[in-house]
């Protein structure tokens, strides 16, 4: 019988750094801040959280185990099931131009759901928002091309 490595869960193996005295999840969003730095972009990084769906209780019945997996299969509805909200990387506001930027080596599919929750409350609430998901260091470059244009406008 071989013996077989159990694979690592973790999907996205990010490097975290610190700039400035501010702890980044990964080299990506450092990059990015630096390019907003140097560009003099007015922005905030994670200061604003977004409610993708309110709290609310679950009336119904719904039988399933514990999401570890352990546990019976049993009943576990009608209880409150909590928020959901998004809160990007960047956003910035400069000279009446509004844009989120949302750094993402590898999107997952939580992400995919939330930001596709976010477009929505986007459109619903008629905010007019550029957003930006660069994955890479060129992706990020392009991404400061577009922002410096759409403000000089």
């Known amino acids: ?5 159990k694979p690592d869960r973790r999907l996205i193996k990010s ?9 980044f999840k990964s080299r990506l969003e450092g990059y990015m801040y630096s390019l907003l730095k140097e560009n003099n ?12 769906s ?16 352990k546990g019976d299969f049993i009943n576990r509805g009608h209880k409150r099931v909590n928020h959901m909200s998004y809160k990007p990387d960047f956003i910035i506001n400069q000279d009446g131009y509004y844009a989120i930027i949302e750094t993402k080596g ?9 930001m596709k929750l976010f477009k929505r409350g986007i ?26 244009d759409k403000i000089k406008r």
Do not use: H, W
């Open 1 to 5: 019988m071989a013996f077989r490595k």
């Open 106 to 114: 590898l999107p997952t599919e939580a992400f995919n759901m939330r």
């Open 15 to 23: 490097k975290a750094m610190t700039i400035d005295g501010i702890n």
């Open 41 to 52: 972009i007015n922005f905030i990084y994670e200061g604003e959280s977004f409610e993708l």
């Open 123 to 148: 459109e619903l609430q008629n905010i007019q928002c550029d957003i930006f998901v660069p994955a890479t260091q060129k992706e990020c470059l392009k991404t400061m091309e577009l922002i410096l």
């Open 54 to 69: 309110p709290s609310f209780v679950f009336n119904n019945d719904y039988f399933a185990r514990l999401s570890s997996g």
